[in-house]
């Protein structure tokens, strides 16, 4: 049975989210779960579950958490048995298949990076976040794992992301766009006028540049940018889902007619709901390392951790990293990933 190595202190809501989410995941799908954290208080939140199945669960002892506001490098350092270090690590060992945390991004990220090391021909990794457009769902990477790249980068990531949209989505071939200030080649700073040449002398179905108003409209599958802009227009966008939502509830109950209209419209805007709620993907892939890892949101719900956990079972269960890896060997020359 696959296990997936679960981060029970990581989110803003662990454990008792964390853990909800990981049973949810036990029940409806075919995989165990290794919760990783302080046993007592583990075993305290899965008392509220007698119905699981206690075989397919286990705890693993990790009695220190990095908080949000530590520094990543520092606090992994000095607390050698945090719950996310020791979860990683089982991965690495072979003990679990892949690995989920919700918590510092960081940490989960340089975790990662240290336990499983990095696939050949990959020098940075890349978060690779999924989302809605008038279409189908579209991969946007890097949000938060790579903030310093150079050009080399950039391809490398529209090269993995290439291949997770294939994998996730069953797209043939993906059409890949770089996202900058502007159409034109000319646009942008020289990090994204160099990342277009390279792009553009790939084999990929590269489209050109696009716009921060385009990442939504279906016109691009695969959007590359470096992960200080990926994780500010991803974090703009959820902010702006909230706002919406707040807006339209409140238009919506001015007055006796809009409440009727409300509840004529109610299904219509659970809809709307799902195709922009990040917990109905769960998480973000760590691409570029040699291991499985999903990267949750630290205000990862049930919902969101139990579909995060059910993608690192679908990942290690399709082999994913031995596909991007063939595919990036595939895709490299002395020098790199040229695509």
Do not use: W
């Not at 298949?97 to 940490?107: D, E, K, P, Q, V």
């Not at 509840?263 to 769960?282: I, K, M």
């Amino acid at each position: 049975m696959i296990q997936i190595a679960v981060d029970a202190m990581g989110g803003d809501f662990a454990p008792r989210r964390v853990v909800d989410g990981a049973l949810a995941a036990v029940r409806h799908f075919d995989l165990g779960v290794t919760l990783v954290g302080p046993s007592a208080t583990i075993e305290a939140e899965l008392a509220r579950h007698p119905d699981v199945d206690r075989a397919r669960v286990r705890i693993v002892e990790a009695p220190d958490v990095v908080s949000m506001e530590e520094s990543p490098s520092a606090a992994l350092r000095r607390k050698p048995a945090a719950s996310i270090k020791v979860a990683a690590e089982m991965v690495a060992r072979g003990e679990a298949a892949a690995l989920f945390s919700a918590g510092h991004t960081g940490a989960t990220v340089m975790a990662a990076h240290a336990a499983f090391g990095m696939l050949p021909g990959v020098d940075r990794p890349a978060l690779a976040a999924t989302v809605p457009t008038r279409r189908r769902p579209a991969v946007l990477l890097d949000v938060g794992a790579s903030v310093e790249c150079r050009p080399s980068h950039l391809l490398q990531f529209a090269v993995m992301g290439s291949m997770y949209a294939r994998v996730a989505f069953g797209i043939d071939s993906p059409r890949v766009a770089l996202l900058s200030t502007g159409h034109e080649e000319t646009k942008g700073n020289e990090l994204t006028r160099e990342a277009h040449r390279l792009l553009k002398g790939s084999a990929l179905a590269f489209i050109g540049n696009i716009e921060a108003r385009d990442v939504y409209s279906g016109a691009a599958d695969v959007i590359v940018c470096d992960g200080f802009t990926g994780n500010v227009a991803l974090k703009i966008s959820e902010g702006l889902v909230d706002v919406v939502e707040e807006l339209l509830s409140e238009e919506l109950s001015r007055t006796i007619t809009m409440r009727v209209g409300s509840l004529l419209t109610r299904r219509a805007l659970r809809r709307f709901r799902r195709r922009v709620d990040y917990s109905e993907y769960g998480g973000a892939p760590l691409l570029g390392v040699a291991g499985v890892a999903i990267v949750g949101h630290g205000r990862s719900s049930a919902k969101a951790v139990r579909n995060a956990v059910a993608m690192a079972y679908r990942f290690a269960a399709s082999r994913f990293i031995e596909r991007v890896e063939h595919e990036i060997a595939a895709s490299t020359s002395p020098t790199g990933v040229k695509a």
